[in-house]
């Protein structure tokens, strides 16, 4: 036996104001989960805490709180001491239980067709992955398209591609999705980080139900318009002046020994939109020993029409961009956009490796900057976090610049063609993170993907930086200072 200390969330509507914590010292035995914890403080010091469970075992779902902020099951959770155990971010009925009427009533269930049918085993094997839920809703508690716009969510999404594929239900279940907000889901992929079951609702549920839904011409206008102007131009973006890839020579040497060569996919928004970025990366690589070369055949990686299920001309551009490394004999690429970096690691299959900026620079190191005298928050682009699990390369940069405030780590409403498509949508979750860049008080917000950049600047009055810039920013204040000593 052990004694652990927990912090557990209260809250009894008919008595109290508002919610408070409270604090306890349990005994569990060595491996305890944090249901045995919680049970222990019912059983043995406050019966009037409140929680549910049923299964025991990580099937029924009913157990779902989060235990130190992220949503998980309390059977299956390890309890640690000090840990805070606090109800999904839903509302709450009392304690750790909360509402779920609202969601189990939007979950689709199957509508018999009537016909003695069964799924083949292609269409088995399509429906096994999505068939795993257990209704614990933890997904929807994270999901940030919830909160500004009517949209049934990851757990219904799922349940409406798993219907469609079997034929056994009658109902057009891609219709249905839609109009319950399929193009809502900015492709975060928190409700997948989360799912105790480990469904990839974005990639497994929502984007084939997209791919279903353009066959059916239920794609978005906005959408079918990139997609035009991808197979016109081999660009989702329209230029708005000369590109990185015209003003760049094929290869940048660096400043001394190079200590590694790379070759630099661009991605549309830093070639035709912000090459003033890719430009300031280009300088902290330079200085860092970095060799990089720049092949200009290279087009889009793809992910617009892969997030929004355009995918027929995807192959196309995928074989365009791999031979034009492999005719450079590079096999190391370098990504400085997080969308592009999760698609040519996550949607390809590359005979090269894919880096990150953030990757690469740590790996190697880099020159000290000067310190800035500026604090600033760093919002974490979903597709770097969630989609290529980089975190603390960033955080390993900045803090060599200037302070450090952290906030929460949630989407900004750019991504899954969210931006495009539902223009409404996305301006209500950056409104949602510029009052988080604001409670932060920092003077400088910085990113590390184009998208995310772009439109957290239209959303916010701090000015938004790059981390490769805010290097170089740190860089000439070096050298301005070494300047003014010589
Ligand atoms: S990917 Fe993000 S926006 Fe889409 S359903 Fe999942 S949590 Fe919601
Ligand atoms: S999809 Fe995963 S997280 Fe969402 S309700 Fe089902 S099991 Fe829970
Ligand atoms: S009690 Fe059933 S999943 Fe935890």
């Known amino acids: 036996m052990k004694k652990i200390h927990v912090r557990v969330f209260r809250f009894d509507p008919e008595s109290d104001e508002k919610p408070h914590y409270q604090n306890y010292v349990v005994d569990v035995n060595e491996g305890a989960r944090v249901l045995h914890a919680l049970q222990a403080i019912h059983d043995d010091i406050d019966p009037t805490l409140s929680f549910r469970s049923c299964c025991r075992a990580g099937q029924c779902g009913s157990c779902a709180v989060r235990v130190n902020g992220v949503p998980g099951l309390a059977c299956m ?24 009427f609202t969601f189990l009533e939007t979950l689709p269930r199957i509508q018999p067709c009537g016909e003695p049918i069964v799924p083949d085993r292609e269409k088995a094997e399509l429906i096994k992955p999505l068939r795993s839920c257990i209704e614990c809703f933890c997904c929807i508690s994270v999901c940030p398209a919830m909160d500004v716009t009517q949209f049934d969510g990851p757990a219904a999404m799922r349940q409406e591609l798993r219907l469609e594929l079997d034929p056994r239900d009658r109902k057009d279940r891609v219709t249905e999705a839609v109009s319950h907000g399929l193009f809502a889901c900015t492709s975060c992929q928190a409700c997948w980080k989360v799912c105790p079951k480990g469904i990839e609702i974005p990639g497994k549920a929502i984007e084939k139900l997209r791919a279903l839904a353009n066959k059916k011409g239920l794609t978005l206008p906005r959408h079918l318009e990139v997609a035009q102007l991808v197979r016109e131009t081999g660009r989702s973006i329209v230029r708005t002046g000369s590109t990185f890839l015209e003003d760049s020579p094929d290869t940048i040497e660096p400043n001394g020994p190079a200590k590694a060569t790379v070759g630099f996919f661009v991605g549309c928004m830093y070639n035709g939109r912000l090459p003033a970025t ?63 970096g999760s698609t040519l690691k996550r949607d390809y299959k590359t005979p090269f490796r894919v880096m990150d900026i953030n990757e690469v620079l740590t790996k190697f190191g880099i020159e000290p900057p000067a310190r800035l005298p ?74 590390s993907c184009p998208f995310c950049e772009f439109h957290i600047m239209e959303h916010t009055d701090r000015p938004v930086r790059n981390i490769t810039s805010l290097i170089l920013d740190g860089y000439r204040e070096k050298d301005r200072k070494k300047a003014m000593v010589s």
Request: aromatic share 2%.
């Open 374 to 447: 500026v604090k600033v928050t760093y919002h974490d682009p979903c597709h770097l976090l969630r989609g290529q699990g980089i975190r603390d390369e960033p955080r390993e940069l900045i803090t060599q610049v200037a302070d450090l405030v952290e906030m929460p780590s949630v989407c900004c409403g750019s991504g899954g063609g969210v931006r495009s498509g539902m223009p409404e949508v996305a301006a209500a979750l950056a409104e949602n993170r510029k009052k988080e860049i604001e409670r932060t008080g920092a003077d400088i917000v910085v990113s």
């Open 77 to 100: 959770e390890e309890a640690i001491d000090g840990m805070t155990v606090e109800p999904l971010d839903l509302p709450v009925k009392k304690d750790l239980v909360v509402d779920l």
């Open 278 to 340: 890719a430009r300031d990366a280009m300088e902290v690589l330079k200085r860092n020993g970095i060799r990089v070369v720049i092949p200009k055949e290279q087009v889009c990686c793809g992910s617009p029409l892969i997030r929004t299920g355009q995918t027929g001309f995807v192959d196309t551009l995928k074989k365009r961009n791999i031979d034009a490394f492999v005719s450079r004999n590079l096999d190391t690429v370098l990504t400085m956009c997080a969308g592009c």
